[in-house]
C-alpha cells in the first residue's frame, strides 16, 4: 500500500452500498414499472449518496439494476466494477450468489458456510433500503435478491477470498458503507478474518509475514497451509491484538531485516510512513558506532553480522509481549532481499 498523499482524499462507497443502491433501484422499478436513471439511500451514518443506475431492466416478474462501485481515491482491487442485482418476488428476503460473488466453504465467517459471501451489515443495509422503497406501495420487502459482480472471479485472486474459504467470487462487504482512503481497515478486518478462518479449523500454528517473500520462506520452513498464512503486511499491531483476544497456540512472525528490526524496536505498524528504524538506538545496543550512518537495515547488517540474531530475538519478545497473556507461542524468521534466512528465534 502506497504512501498516503498530503493533499485531501477522495472517499469511495462499499460493495454494500452498490448491493443496497441497486437493489433499491430494482425494487422501485419492479413496484412502479418505471425506469429509474438514478437512485439515493441513506447509508448507516445518515449519509444519503445518489447513484446513476445502469443497465436498468424490467421483466414481468424481476428487475435488475447495476451500480458502478466507486472506491474514491482508495486503492481498492474492486473500483470500476459493477454489482448487479436482480430482484425477484419471494415469500420471504433471502439471498443469492450470482457469477461472480463468492460462496463462504469455510467455518469462522461471520456468515454461514453455503451462503453467500454478503456480510451481515451489507444484508442490513439492503433490506432496509428495500424496506423504504416498499412502503409507499404498501408492500413487504419480500424477495430474493441475487448478487452479481461480473469479473468477480477474477478479481476475488486479488483478494484473501481464496484463502478465507471463499469460492468463486468477490464478498460484498461494508460496514458504514463509506470507502475512506487509505484507512487499511478492509485489510486489518481481513486479517482479523483469517485468524477466525484458521481457529474454526483447529489449526494450532499461524504466520504472519511482512510480504510475499518471507511469506513464501516461511511457509516452506514449516510446511503451513494456505489458510494458516495471515496477511500481516504493515500491521503487526492490528495481528496481534487480536490473536490475544482469539488465541492460537503458536504464531510464526516472518520479515525482511528493515521491517522486523522495527518491530524489535517496538513499532507496531512497519510501514516506511509510520515508522523508522533508528540506526543511533542499533549502534548504541549492539556497540557499533558505524551503525549510526547506516542507510537501510540491510546496510547495518552488512556492518555488524550479529544484529541479525538481536533482530529475530528482541523481535520475537516483542511480539509475545502482545500475546503473552494469551499464552501463545512465538516465533521468528529474519530474511534477505532474496529470500535466504538470517536469523530465527
Request: charged share 20%; hydrophobic share 45%.
Amino acid at each position: 500500500m502506497g504512501r498516503k498523499p498530503n493533499t485531501e482524499l477522495r472517499r469511495g462507497w462499499t460493495t454494500g452500498a452498490c448491493a443496497a443502491a441497486a437493489a433499491k433501484a430494482a425494487c422501485q422499478m419492479l413496484l412502479s414499472g418505471e425506469i429509474l436513471e438514478h437512485v439515493q439511500i441513506t447509508l448507516p451514518g445518515g449519509e444519503q449518496p445518489r447513484f446513476s443506475v445502469l443497465t436498468p431492466e424490467l421483466g414481468d416478474s424481476w428487475a435488475r439494476a447495476a451500480i458502478e462501485k466507486d472506491a474514491g481515491d482508495d486503492p481498492d482491487v474492486t473500483h470500476g466494477a459493477l454489482i448487479v442485482v436482480t430482484l425477484r418476488p419471494a415469500d420471504q428476503l433471502r439471498f443469492a450468489a450470482g457469477d461472480g460473488v463468492g460462496m463462504i466453504t469455510k467455518a469462522g465467517l461471520p456468515i454461514p458456510v453455503g451462503e453467500p459471501a454478503i456480510n451481515p451489515k451489507p444484508r442490513e443495509m439492503i433490506e432496509a433500503m428495500l424496506t423504504e422503497a416498499c412502503a409507499p406501495h404498501g408492500a413487504s420487502p419480500h424477495f430474493e435478491v441475487e448478487v452479481s459482480v461480473p469479473g468477480g472471479q477474477e478479481l476475488a485472486l486479488k483478494t484473501w477470498n481464496p484463502r478465507l474459504g471463499i469460492e468463486g467470487g468477490i464478498s460484498i462487504l461494508g460496514t458504514t458503507g463509506i470507502v475512506r482512503p487509505f484507512s487499511c481497515a478492509a485489510w486489518i478486518a481481513s486479517i482479523h478474518r483469517g485468524i477466525d478462518v484458521a481457529r474454526a479449523d483447529g489449526l494450532e500454528h499461524v504466520a504472519g509475514c511482512t510480504g510475499a517473500t518471507s511469506e513464501k520462506v516461511v511457509q516452506g520452513l514449516y510446511g503451513l497451509p494456505d489458510h494458516a498464512m495471515l496477511d500481516m503486511g504493515d500491521f503487526a499491531g492490528g495481528l496481534l491484538k487480536y490473536l490475544a483476544r482469539h488465541p492460537v497456540p503458536r504464531i510464526t512472525i516472518g520479515g525482511g531485516i528493515g521491517k522486523m528490526t522495527k518491530l524489535a524496536q517496538g513499532a507496531s505498524d512497519l510501514h516506511s510512513g509510520r515508522s523508522q528504524v533508528d540506526f543511533a538506538g542499533l549502534a548504541d545496543t549492539l556497540g557499533v558506532p558505524g551503525l549510526k550512518d547506516a542507510n537501510t537495515a540491510l546496510e547495518a547488517v552488512s556492518l555488524a553480522p550479529e544484529m541479525a540474531e538481536w533482530v529475530a530475538q528482541t523481535a520475537k519478545q516483542s511480539a509475545a509481549s502482545f500475546v503473552a497473556k494469551a499464552g501463545i507461542e512465538v516465533d521468528t524468521v529474519i530474511i534477505d532481499r532474496g529470500g535466504e534466512v538470517l536469523a530465527r528465534a
